[in-house]
């Protein structure tokens, strides 16, 4: 069968490729300097973290569910590099059986490119527990397509107990939810536990805003033009803009809402949302959580390139331009490729980041000519 054979490809590929790195100690991400010192370094940080939970350990950013799950199953007594094992497999699994899904060998070929992306192989080397987030969204989606919504709901209700930004997407799932022919009881347990996790997650909110980066590099995001500017202020002048790292999110929402009142106001097309599962994904809604707060690290990119990647075979309005899109994008926002000359990071990372935004915006929005719009090709 060809989902079999997608499967199998995809699986052994991104097998091999994280194997080869780590024979030859990430190669793309040490001569970036975006290397950890270790490898595995966010999963062995998080884990001593949690030993000695949130109140004597300031830097702890994770819920406090996730905290007492860690002690109860005693995650850190099993070996950092198991741990970096299973969660590997877990996202290479997930990422494979998306893969399967493909109608096409275009599909594949972008879902393995994302794969092997500087970005991809950023989250694998520091062994994040975004993997375990994007798992869970993943299974989200898995759930919901059978028609365990309820359960899909739990699962999502989780990942944002453990980090703050899947809030939103677990709110518009339990919205979505609730209009299916549900029970008032199915109702009730879905509206009560929306309001107990928002209400623990902004609590979380102030705590977990101060992991924010504040730089433009390994970053990406709606904001990431003032840091650009500031980085240019200071290599040009040697005047140092100070950027309130609160001004972020309302940046990035600024950002979108003048994008989009432009494209409205277009006289050359019309734009509105495009008939594609797309928007309702959670796995793409995490990531455009984080892309439209303002800034995210660059190993979140997998939340919105990997869906984007598999809804390059519905383009039938020159899929290729979208393709090199997303090329550019999952390769030049986490890499300088070894090259040390004043101004080439920052000039590719910028490419990649203009690459990013266009590739979200076609992905949401489709843009018609207000002239002969029904000529052209749908998508």
């Known amino acids: 069968m060809r989902s079999v054979r997608y499967f199998i490809c995809t699986f052994l590929f991104l097998s091999m490729n994280y194997i080869l790195n780590l024979v030859l100690n990430w190669p793309l991400l040490a001569m970036s ?33 996730f905290a007492r799950l860690a002690r109860g199953l005693n995650l850190s007594a099993i070996s950092i590099d198991l741990m970096a094992y299973i969660l590997t497999g877990l ?18 070929l972008a879902i393995n490119t994302v794969g092997v992306s500087p970005s991809t192989l950023l989250l694998l080397e520091r062994a994040n527990i975004d ?34 930004y899947p809030l939103l997407t677990f709110l518009h799932q339990s919205f979505l939810t609730s209009k299916f022919k549900s029970s008032n009881l199915k109702r009730a347990f879905i509206g009560l536990l929306a309001v107990g996790v928002t209400i623990i997650t902004i609590a979380n909110v102030v705590k977990e805003s101060s992991s924010i980066p504040l730089n433009w590099d390994n970053s990406f995001g709606l904001s990431i033009g003032t840091l650009w500017l500031a980085f240019i202020f200071r290599e040009v002048t040697n005047f140092n803009l100070v950027i309130d790292g609160s001004l972020i999110p309302i940046i990035g929402l600024s950002s979108l809402i003048i994008t989009w009142l432009l494209m409205k106001l277009s006289v050359l097309s019309k734009v509105s949302l495009r008939n594609t599962s797309i928007s309702r994904d959670p796995v793409f809604l995490v990531g ?14 997998v939340f919105i390139l990997i869906p984007c990647a598999l809804m390059l075979e519905n383009s039938v309005t020159r899929p290729g331009n979208r393709f090199i899109l997303l090329i550019i994008a999952s390769f030049f926002t986490t890499t300088n490729f070894g090259v040390d000359v004043k101004f080439f990071y920052p000039g590719i990372q910028l490419i990649g980041d203009i690459s990013l935004f266009i590739l979200i915006l076609t992905s949401i929005f489709q843009l018609k000519s207000t002239k002969g719009s029904h000529s052209q090709g749908r998508e």
């Open 288 to 301: 455009l959580t984080c892309y439209v707060l303002g800034i995210s690290y660059d190993y979140r990119l």
């Open 131 to 164: 993997i375990f987030i994007f798992v869970l969204c993943f299974l989200a989606t898995v759930l919901a397509k059978g028609k365990l919504r309820v359960m899909s709901i739990v699962l999502l209700a989780l990942s944002t107990l453990i980090k703050f």
């Open 33 to 65: 300097g975006t290397k950890g010192a270790t490898n595995f370094s966010d999963l062995s940080t998080t884990l001593k973290q949690v030993n000695c939970g949130q109140s004597t350990c300031p830097d702890y950013i994770y819920g406090d569910l």
């Open 91 to 108: 996202f290479i699994l997930s990422v494979s059986l998306i893969a399967s899904s493909a109608k096409s060998k275009v599909g594949v």
